[in-house]
């Protein structure tokens, strides 16, 4: 049982210092769209919702589990939504070189 | 309005009053103008340029002046010319008004309003009317250029196969607008340029031209952004730091004036002897007296070696550019002045009140001061 | 589906997500990186629904729907200029999310009275305190910044002391109940309950204009209550897409706090008697603050750009930089002229002489009314070191020293940014009223440092 | 070695042959050194200088010459002075050996060995003696200046309240020494420039200096670097493309030079009135008769407007740095030639051979060309 | 010790290497980079022997003891000019260790009669093949770069379709060998040498200017083969670290073929028929290239360096770049000077018309009798575009043009920088001996983009 | 069986990226020692050797382990000696700021 916890600490870790790497420079402009794809990506409760809500293990578990899958949801949609639509200033300039 | 140019007679005045493309704008605003033959021909304006910005040409002050409303002139009347103006028109030149008494009597004789170029406000608004500037941002640049050309050296360093040449050493004394503008002609043509002057703030000024600024513990800043006369304590450090600095300078532009006063003296006979030959000095308030003691205002010498010139008039020796700039001056006044077709002498002007020193057949000049 | 797929698709996702957010950080390739994410959620949610024990789907879809359609409806109303608070409320959902399955997660095993593993306990706490952190301190950010509550710092006396308590509390409790498998009902709910105050209490005292990097540091907390969720529900994609975003929306708080030249602890607990980022005048006009890097992806991606040059930039001698700073913009495709104000510097010319120096052909120079024009098609306007020569009071204000003096009219341009050293007036001693006109953003430093900043910013663009 | 210095006679001439920091130098290798009373003084050596150096002064040219091994002088001898020189003597100085027949054979008879300047090899290893650089150098440099003074306009371009001022516009025709530095020099005062040059190497030279070259397509290089001259139809390109060309300029420089030719006719009278009136041209090939054709060497002349310089012997106008110079390269000159204390007239040696005009009694200058 | 402290001990030596690699990439941090990278393998040392059912220690004891001490030594006496082929040498010692674990696994389940699951099995036999392709490629390299044998690629006619087959061969047979468990040891040694033989052929068919790229790969290889092995023997850390070298080091490879301006394809495969990095001349004199990230940390590294500009910069007109990389030498410590020959150019003084154009200050301009002295105590000269001026045949060689006339010292600094577009003679046509002295490192390109890269390399250290 | 080797996969994959993104731009200079420094991390097959030879299954596999742990060893050691003395050229200057 502690060695299964440890290999998700293990992988925790090493997904912990890639998120450190993976940020590097950010000009000032991209700070919020990045944010809100992060908060995005954190949707992934999602999956945990999901579970709960689907395990059916009685009505409170099951009104919290929508509930839960609502929220989560929301924070994906709208986290992927709205970050595209900051997203489309970015587009190249004809003339660049 | 019809406006009367006329040609120059002073010696070594080579400028016009207004240039051809200021007779074009103001033909454009339905004025007429009347210029003198050759009024232009020595600041490289021909009568045909005035004759195709839809100017008339005449041949003589009479003829030019005969129901002028405004008449523009680079340098004062000669009395004559000033009693033959028509009554209640508008003289508008330099005047030299704190020299020129009977000029001014004979012009308020006349019934003239006469607006003194020199007396412009140093205020941001009457900036682009401002003559003493663009003149002597000319002389500035001209005064830099003339004593190159006298120096028995090079200005910029050269590393040639017959052995190295160091840099020209220019040091400016005065850093108002002539001063700033020879700081930046001497770095422009590669000199280590050094100045001085007393009002504090003008060092942040020179430094921002990449010159270096020379310190001495004397500050006299008066009033309207113009430096006044130093207390007797204040010139003994003033010209210990400039006889410590002056030496070794190869050339000196110097430029320190107080209006309405002699000009400072700044170098003595001994700092200019201390100088190695071939040095040159340039002395552009030779005019009004000269910073250096040496000078002789209109002449060349040399004083053991060293070349001092006292300049006059230098902004006529380049006579197109500072006609232009002369000529959009005035253009500017009479924008600002020009309302319904004609002149408004209104005294109550914060820019025309301070610059008229006749009107209504009375002399202003000293009065209003 | 074999778990093995599972296993295999959730690395996938965790992939994806992986290269979204490498993307996402670099103006070329970010809106990729966003889709690609997107994809990685997905697959996320269809391996999940597809594998695990799920029951009853009624539910579920209702979920989805409802979700989606929220989000999506969100999304598309939100205005520009609101999107800071939007974030915070999407990211105090996704923490809401958190503390609901955390809580559930709890509840089932209190109602099935199974019996919880250490790890499982202790990953379920923490995945409720923090996901009600979370949610909490976002929806006083979104209250701060949708200006339903006030925008400026709520301090009382012993704040942080209560909060250290509060604090203490929650472990205390947190501690019980993970000891004392059959215990109660009320530690879980005080849990909730104190650290919703927690959450709202570590937020208020922080100023309205800190708070992106507020939600950015909420942001990493979703993204830990996620990773503990995963722990939970033994989930790598959760633990892995958690623990991502967990670190580098930390890194991306600091690196928003050294924009603003601060640091982060300064943000966080400093607001017990701070200042706001914005520059505030007598008259509470508030003057926009920009940096470096902002600046230059803005220059970058103009088509036109106008330098107006002053006396500051004399002063500051940074003739070179601004040369070598637009030979940069129009190696990327903009286009850099130069509009000289007859009086700009201290003597007639100084600009000439200033640009001659860097060598700046002549027929980049334009003069007042050759250039005034232009301003209006303009891009952005970068204003170094002037102020009188860009003032409109020259314009408007008739009482004013310089008013009917003609103006660079830098207020037309599409933006501006003015590089100064701080709010000092110019040469006429006036205020300026361009510095608070709500296009410009104000880059605080000596010119040459400033450029200088700039121009290394426009190199790694 | 007994080295004597004159003093120069010829009108203009204001340099010296040896600068006191050479003679020191020269002292310092156990040479004696008398110089002529007065000989730097125009350059600013004064005599104090030279004998600070160690070299004693003489009032003659008698004096000075007696018993001298080697003469330095910047200007030919007068013929007198050529019949009073000690036989054996080496005489190091210019000596426009293809107008200067009589002179040649008083030296000969005189049993002098005398060394033209002006016939130093253009090669690598000859420039530090190449004389016709150095003071072409300062030639380039001062016809900048002579002529940004004398234009009725600024050169740099500023913007002020008073208006715009466009850049001048400067055009270097011929860009060899001199004309490269007339480049650089107009460049640092601000002019927008250009130059053109038959030698089509000179393209690359005159853009790493900033300017724009104007293209003709006549090609015309000659032996050892110079230009040689153009055929009809290449002059005709050539003349073309400079009147399409010249029309707009504000300062002319003309340094275009054959050796041993007189100068090319490039600027004809039409183009010069095609210009605008105020602005300049400075032929500095003047003495040579000239580049243009309203040139009269030694004077300033207007025509229509335009002001046409043709200067003479403009090094000698900065006398200090061109005399340093000249007395560099001279120094370079003995250095390479003097072993064990004495000149060795060799006429074998790649520099020293092509220079010799006069040797062992006899004129070898034409027979060795 | 429990195993749980095993895992978090591997755990913080995973860390410390990834710690240790980061920091190893930036000149600032290297130093320490390796120590605690070095700190992290002994950690997994340490904890390996306490972990493990470990029950003959002397062997592993005199093991260590041998090894340590050839280690050591090897270390010590290397010259520093050998490092790319003893770096080579120990990889190849890495890969054999490999192969050995994985072969001494493989044995030992033979030998006790174990049935090893599928993807143990498979991985065995990756850390074999993979153990030996590196081992036998490393040697070659190391061979090839202390010339025991031709450093000239060997290619024979069908090459490449060889390595397939043998390639080919290999996979059979370990395909073989995983599914009939029962299997003879014959395919075994089979794969084993086939794999060996791989590794040769590989590596012959490069160049030994290549080498160092090549040395990199296998290192990468390495990695893998150390992950493949912590595979068979499910350790996390043997995993985490072999993947870490395994994806930088392909990452460095890559690094390393950009600046050789090729790519890994071509460093591999194209020197069938391929060219070396260095330029020859006619009299088979090399001239050593060198890339602008290098010549940029050289020159942020000296403490003196003299600049020598010739005509080549007026040519490109890089003024302001020279002055820029001046200011940043001068920020990180160094001293600038410029050294002006007096015929540098095309005119008296042309150098200095250029340099005061970008604003360098008298005081740092020296003429050629000031400064020849000083060349010798110079770290870096650094010779822009010049050519002539620089030329040591002036002084040694009687028969060249320019015998005679003095020249600047540029060869008697501790290094020397050329920047130039190609080998092009100068103005008197003749060839530098400079360029081909071993000091001297050749920097081919327009001087304005050569300087505008060593700029930027420069800000970036 | 094949879920713990999956999860070996996982931090496999994870540590791969962490190695990309590690290394983003190293100055020639560092090329070499970096290279070697890598090398020497690769050592660490140490640990596995280390398990061949003390494991005790026969001499065969006690030789093979012992010349494993000679081979890995001499790479750790031989490997972070030579990376430190190539790095001691990157000695900061003293006048640096
Ligand atoms: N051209 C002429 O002939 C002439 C002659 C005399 C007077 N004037 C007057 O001068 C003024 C010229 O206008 P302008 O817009 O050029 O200048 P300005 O109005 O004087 O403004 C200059 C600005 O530059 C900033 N500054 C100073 N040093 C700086 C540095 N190192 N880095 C960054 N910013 C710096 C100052 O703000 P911070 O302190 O906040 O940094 C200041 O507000 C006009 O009022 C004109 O009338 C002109
Ligand atoms: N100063 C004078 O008064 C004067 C007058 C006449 C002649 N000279 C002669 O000129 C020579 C001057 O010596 P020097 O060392 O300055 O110059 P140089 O010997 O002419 O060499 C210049 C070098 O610059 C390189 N180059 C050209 N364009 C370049 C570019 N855009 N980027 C990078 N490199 C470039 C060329 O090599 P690549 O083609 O390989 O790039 C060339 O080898 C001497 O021989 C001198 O005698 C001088
Ligand atoms: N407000 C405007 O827009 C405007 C317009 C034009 C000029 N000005 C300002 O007016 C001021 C005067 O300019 P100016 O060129 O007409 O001045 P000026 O010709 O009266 O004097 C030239 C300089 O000499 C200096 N000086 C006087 N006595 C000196 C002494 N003893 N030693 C050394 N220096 C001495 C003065 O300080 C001044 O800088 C300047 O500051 C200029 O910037 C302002
Ligand atoms: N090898 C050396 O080290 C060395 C030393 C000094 C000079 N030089 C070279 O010698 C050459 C001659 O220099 P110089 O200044 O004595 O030349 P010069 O005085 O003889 O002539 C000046 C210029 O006029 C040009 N010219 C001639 N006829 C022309 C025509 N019809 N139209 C336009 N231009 C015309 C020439 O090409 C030359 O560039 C130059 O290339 C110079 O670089 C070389």
Chains 1, 6 share one sequence.
Not at chain 2, 27 to 38: A, D, F, L, R, W
Not at chain 2, 272 to 290: C, F, H, K, Q
Not at chain 3, 128 to 133: C, E, K, Q, R
Not at chain 3, 287 to 292: I, S
Request: hydrophobic share 50%.
């Amino acid at each position: 049982m502690i060695e299964a916890l440890l290999g998700s600490v293990v992988i925790f870790t090493l997904a912990t210092f890639l998120g450190v790497e993976l940020i590097n420079r950010v000009p000032t402009t991209l700070h919020t769209p990045l944010m809100s794809g992060a908060n995005a990506i954190s949707g992934i409760t999602i999956a945990g919702a999901l579970i709960v809500a689907g395990g059916g293990h009685g009505w409170i578990s099951t009104v919290i589990g929508f509930l839960a899958v609502v929220f989560a949801m929301i924070n994906v949609v709208g986290g992927y939504a709205v970050t595209d639509r900051m997203l489309q200033m970015f587009k190249r300039k004809p003339g660049a070189k | 309005m019809r406006i009367a140019v006329l040609r120059e007679t002073a010696a070594r005045e080579r400028r016009v009053a207004l240039a051809p493309a200021t007779v074009d704008r103001l033909i454009k605003q339905k004025h007429q103008v009347v210029v003198q033959e050759g009024a232009g021909v020595q600041a490289f304006f021909p009568d045909k340029l005035y004759q195709d910005s839809g100017a008339s040409i005449a041949p003589t002050v009479a003829a030019v002046t005969a129901g002028a409303d405004l008449i523009a002139k680079v340098q004062p009347p000669t009395i004559d010319e000033a009693a033959a103006l028509p009554p209640g028109a508008v003289l508008v030149s330099l005047m030299a008004p704190h020299a020129s008494g009977s000029l001014l009597d004979a012009l308020a004789k006349g019934g003239v309003t006469a607006l003194a170029l020199e007396l412009v406000p140093r205020t941001t608004k009457a900036q682009s009317m401002d003559i003493l500037s663009s003149q002597a941002t000319i002389a500035g640049y001209q005064a830099v250029l003339l004593g190159a050309h006298r120096m028995g050296r090079l200005m910029p360093m050269l590393t040639t196969a017959a052995g190295t040449l160091t840099p020209a050493k220019a040091f400016i004394i005065g850093a108002g607008v002539a001063g700033l503008q020879a700081i930046a002609t001497a770095r422009r043509l590669g000199a280590v340029v050094s100045a001085f002057d007393v009002r504090p703030v003008v060092k942040e000024q020179v430094q921002s031209l990449g010159a270096s600024f020379v310190e001495a513990e004397a500050k006299a800043e008066g009033a309207g952004g113009y430096a006044k006369e130093l207390s007797t304590d204040q010139q003994q450090l003033v010209l210990a730091a400039i006889a410590k600095h002056i030496k070794d300078m190869d050339l000196v532009i110097a430029t320190a004036a107080i209006p309405g006063k002699p000009a400072p003296r700044l170098i003595t006979n001994e700092m200019v002897e201390s100088m190695r030959p071939g040095s040159v000095i340039v002395d552009v308030a030779a005019e009004t007296g000269g910073n250096c003691e040496a000078t002789v205002a209109g002449e060349e010498r040399s004083v053991g070696g060293v070349t001092v010139i006292g300049p006059l008039n230098l902004a006529s020796t380049i006579p197109n550019h500072a006609s232009f700039m002369f000529s959009r001056n005035i253009q500017s006044l009479l924008d600002h002045g020009v309302k319904d077709g004609a002149f408004q002498a209104n005294m109550d002007d914060p820019i025309i009140g301070p610059m008229c020193v006749t009107h209504g057949g009375a002399v202003r000049y000293g009065r209003t001061q | 589906m074999s778990h093995a797929a599972v296993i295999l698709s959730y690395l996938i996702a965790s992939v994806l997500f992986i290269l979204g957010l490498k993307w996402l950080s670099s103006p070329a390739t970010a809106v990729r990186g966003n889709r690609v994410s997107g994809a990685g959620m997905l697959i996320a949610i269809v391996v999940t629904l597809l594998d695990q024990a799920i029951l009853s789907f009624e539910v579920i879809v209702a979920g989805l729907v409802v979700g989606s359609a929220v989000g999506l409806w969100m999304a598309r109303s939100v205005k520009m200029t609101a999107m800071p608070q939007m974030v915070a409320l999407l990211n105090g959902l996704g923490g809401g999310a958190s503390l609901l399955v955390g809580g559930g997660e709890f509840l089932k095993s209190e109602l099935v009275n199974e019996n919880l593993t250490l790890d499982v306990s202790i990953t379920i706490q923490l995945s409720m305190l923090i996901g009600a952190v979370t949610i909490a301190g976002s929806l006083i950010a979104w209250a701060k910044l949708q200006e339903v509550m006030t925008g400026r710092a709520i301090t009382f006396p012993g704040q942080k002391v209560l909060n250290a308590l509060l604090f203490l509390a929650v472990v205390v409790l947190s501690a019980y109940q993970i000891s004392v498998p059959e215990s109660l009902l009320w530690p879980f709910y005080a849990v909730v309950g104190i650290s919703l105050l927690l959450g709202i209490l570590l937020v208020i005292p922080i100023g309205g204009a800190d708070m992106p990097v507020v939600i950015s540091l909420l942001n990493s907390y979703s993204g830990i209550a996620a990773a503990m969720t995963g722990f939970v529900i033994k989930n790598d994609v959760l633990i892995i897409a958690g623990a991502l975003v967990g670190s580098s929306g930390i890194i991306l708080s600091q690196i928003m706090c050294k924009a603003m030249n601060r640091s982060l602890a300064n943000v966080l607990f400093g607001a017990f008697g701070a200042t706001s980022a914005s520059t505030k005048t007598a008259e509470g006009l508030t003057a926009r603050q920009t940096a470096a890097d902002d600046a230059a992806v803005q220059l970058a991606y103009a088509k036109s750009v106008i330098v107006v040059p002053g006396y500051g930039l004399a002063v500051a001698q940074a003739q070179h930089l601004v040369r070598e700073m637009a030979d940069l913009i129009e190696k990327k495709g903009g286009e850099v002229k130069y509009a000289i104000h007859p009086v700009a510097g201290r003597m007639p010319g100084h600009m000439n002489v200033l640009l001659a120096e860097a060598n700046v052909p002549y027929d980049k120079l334009f003069d007042m009314d050759q250039i005034n024009a232009e301003f209006e098609r303009t891009d952005v306007c970068l204003v170094i070191g002037a102020n009188d020569v860009v003032n409109p009071a020259a314009r408007t204000d008739p009482g004013s020293p310089i008013y009917g003096m003609p103006i660079l009219n830098a207020d037309k341009a599409a933006s501006i940014i003015v590089l100064k050293r701080g709010m000092g007036a110019g040469f006429a001693g006036i205020e300026n009223e361009l510095f608070f006109n709500p296009k410009t953003a104000m880059l605080f430093g000596d010119a040459k440092g400033s450029l200088q900043k700039v121009v290394t910013e426009l190199k790694a663009l």
